[in-house]
């Protein structure tokens, strides 16, 4: 058994290591192999953009998508790497013989480039002893190349042609294996560099070039077709954005921004580069404060960097990326074009330096960090933007000064509440701005936010929720250069007053009140605190049978303990209650309240639920006089209305509680089950 167990780990270990060991391109010729297999030995199935000659080793989300960057492919078929096919023979059955480098140029169809290395006096090289790896531009490579460049380059063979097809070699041989990401080969010309990526899709590049035949194999090297000519590599991404006319708006920003240098340091980058058009389209206004804010331009042009290198070549579809300045962009494409958050806008793509690539773009990419508050609002809280216009709210706001705008969405702005009188809706709104800049990482439970009314707001903080008053947080929050964020489900009430002065204003809680008052516990509804009240209404008193309410009011330690059992430590609000779950709360009597399921706004007979300055309390429509525990609690729906009512279920059977001589059972409610 040991002998076995120690085969099957050693299996395990060489077969992890050969995963190892392949490459992503690897990986994706052998799964267009394995997808081909019913066509024959080493047949791989490839992709092909319709309209266009390019062809890929396809990863498993384009194969079954059927398309590469959202233009339609169809599958080809053809012999893999390194096989021939026979005549009358199903597949590729046959290896393909192996040449010297300029022979095997022929063999992958390189022809435009064997010519070159013949008439440059290259072919001799080539031929001979040595161990080379050709990156071989195709002959569509040679087609694409700039007529004159070609021409320039054909005419002067011994010198010009001889470099650059030598800038296309390594002196030793390199398979894709060893094409790792970010690797930096000296090329045959001068040392210059060649800059490979080699992405997990099974993408590999040289200088942006995509290898579209990899690892045939030469007696005396290996060549890899690539799909363009590539040219020498010497300048920075300093260097290019500081001698293109385009990009001088962008070079006035990296220098005030204090980052110009750092585009001139070694490492990996791509620099998505708005033209000065891009900068021109920005409001004149906007650009003179963002270049008067070495901070927000920092934000910015790190918002349009990635520490890694994105060539054109290897985005096959969108991606998500982390910016340098730490908030994520799309990047994806759309047949030719690369796009940015779904946009098309990069204008020209794949310019290599020595530290990365350049995407040229026609629009400003803005981070939420060189905003300031009010653009960080979206569509989605456009009326509230409009009406703290309106209402000279925004103009009220110093442009120094940082702020926090507590939003409510679009929904929340009801015709009801449209319909409010002007001035007591500027009122309103006030309470949703903040003097000071909160983000949502500083919020703590029980913080005190004041508003630019001078109006305190209290934040508390649940396991699945953070809420300020009677409103809680919804998804998106952000940070803006002078403030931040926060978009909330309904508008917020601040407190104003105690619950003794809510409950007695109603005038629907005299039982309750008067009960209180016996037991000596007024002073609870009236003084400083955090609680939550489950208070029951008159109406929830007509089913209790005089005699017990007599019997509860000859007992105070009885009274106060089932008064108190309507009480809980910590207010919690509708948004901090978990549906779906059990809510235990801890009440003043001692023992846990159950709340099964409650609604997200705790409300009652279509008003609400009331918060105020020391707690929350909520309308019941049954007392509960329960002896020990609460065995459940549940939302309800009663009537046309289908008001939401929480209701607090009890035994039927109340025993000994705190003196011998109290005992009481309760009378039920009509639309009540219960069980013992």
């Known amino acids: 058994i040991m002998k076995i167990l120690f085969a099957a780990l050693l299996a395990v270990f060489v077969l992890s290591n050969f995963d190892m060991v392949d490459s992503s391109y690897d990986k994706i010729v052998y799964h267009s192999k394995v997808r081909a297999r019913k066509e024959g030995p080493n047949v791989c199935a490839l992709q092909q953009v319709m309209g266009t000659k390019k062809k890929y080793f396809s990863t498993c989300r384009n194969w079954y998508q059927g398309a590469i960057c959202g233009k339609k492919a169809t599958v080809l078929y053809e012999c893999c790497p390194g096989y021939m096919k026979l005549e009358g023979m199903k597949g590729c059955p046959a290896v393909a013989p192996i040449d010297n480098v300029y022979g095997t140029l022929g063999l992958v169809k390189a022809i435009s480039t064997q010519e070159y290395s013949h008439i440059s006096k290259l072919r001799e090289e080539i ?13 569509d490579a040679w087609d694409l190349l700039d007529g004159e460049v070609r021409s320039a380059l054909v005419s002067n063979v011994n010198i010009e042609l001889y470099n650059a097809l030598h800038y296309h070699m390594a002196n030793k041989r390199l398979q894709t294996k060893d094409l790792k990401n970010g690797l930096v080969v000296d090329s045959m010309y001068n040392d210059l560099g060649l800059y490979i990526n080699h992405y997990s899709n099974g993408i590999v590049t040289v200088n942006c070039a995509r290898i579209i ?44 921004s204090g ?26 206004d906007v650009l003179q404060r963002l270049m008067g804010d070495k901070g927000v331009l920092q934000a910015l042009l790190n918002f349009h960097m990635l520490n890694s290198v994105q060539c054109s070549e290897g985005i096959m579809s969108g991606q998500t990326f982390e ?10 494409c759309d047949g030719e074009s690369l796009t940015v958050n779904g946009i098309k806008m990069v204008l020209k793509k794949d310019i290599v330096t020595t530290n990365g690539v350049i995407h040229l773009i026609d629009e400003v990419l803005m981070p939420d960090s060189a905003k300031q508050v009010m653009e960080l609002l979206t569509p989605s809280q456009s ?76 934040v508390f903080i649940y396991r699945t929720a953070v809420c300020i008053e009677n409103s809680c947080l919804v998804r998106g929050s952000k940070e803006g250069s002078n403030g931040a964020l926060h978009l909330m489900k309904t508008l917020m009430k601040p407190a104003e007053t105690t619950m003794f002065q809510i409950l007695t204003d109603n005038g629907g809680f005299k039982i309750f009140l008067s009960l209180m008052e016996m037991a000596g516990l007024t002073d609870l509804l009236k003084q400083e605190g955090e609680y939550t009240l489950f208070a029951p209404s008159d109406e929830a008193f007509t089913g209790v049978r005089d005699s017990d309410l007599a019997l509860l009011r000859g007992n105070m330690n009885a009274l106060r303990t089932i008064l108190l059992y309507h009480f809980s430590n910590g207010v919690f609000i509708g948004g901090g209650l978990e549906t779906g779950v059990t809510n235990l709360l801890k009440s003043l009597q001692g023992n846990n309240l159950r709340v099964l399921h409650v609604s997200p706004n705790l409300s009652t007979f279509n008003k609400t639920v009331n918060i105020r300055n020391h707690g929350i309390f909520q309308c019941t429509c049954y007392v509960n006089l329960k002896c020990r525990r609460l065995q459940t609690a549940r939302t309800y729906h009663l009537g046309s209305n289908f008001t939401r009512i929480l209701f607090l279920q009890k035994k039927v059977e109340c025993k000994k509680l705190l003196t011998d001589e109290f005992k009481t059972t309760t009378k039920l409610l009509k639309n009540v089950h219960y069980r013992s």
């Open 213 to 256: 035949h990899g690892n045939q194999v030469a007696t005396n090297g290996v060549v890899h077709v690539i799909d363009r000519v590539i040219t020498g590599v010497s300048n920075t991404i300093q260097d290019v954005i500081e001698v293109d006319d385009d990009l001088t708006t962008l070079s006035d920003v990296a220098l005030a």
């Open 127 to 139: 031929e001979g002893s040595g161990s080379y790896t050709f990156f071989a531009p195709s002959n």
């Open 383 to 458: 009326t509230f933007s409009d009406m703290v216009s309106e209402l000279g709210l925004s103009t009220a706001m110093e442009a120094k000064a940082e702020y926090t705008l507590l939003a409510p969405l679009n929904s929340v702005f009801t015709d009801e509440v449209m319909a409010i009188d002007q001035s007591f809706l500027k009122m309103i709104l006030e309470n949703h701005i903040l003097k000071e800049k909160i983000t949502l990482g500083q919020l703590y439970n029980g913080q005190r936010l004041e508003t630019i009314a001078g109006k305190f707001l209290r």
């Open 259 to 284: 980052l110009l240098d750092k585009l001139g340091q070694p490492g990996q980058y791509t620099l998505f580069a708005p033209t000065n058009d891009a900068f021109a389209k920005l409001d004149s």
């Open 323 to 332: 910016t340098l300045e730490g908030h994520n962009i799309e990047i994806g």
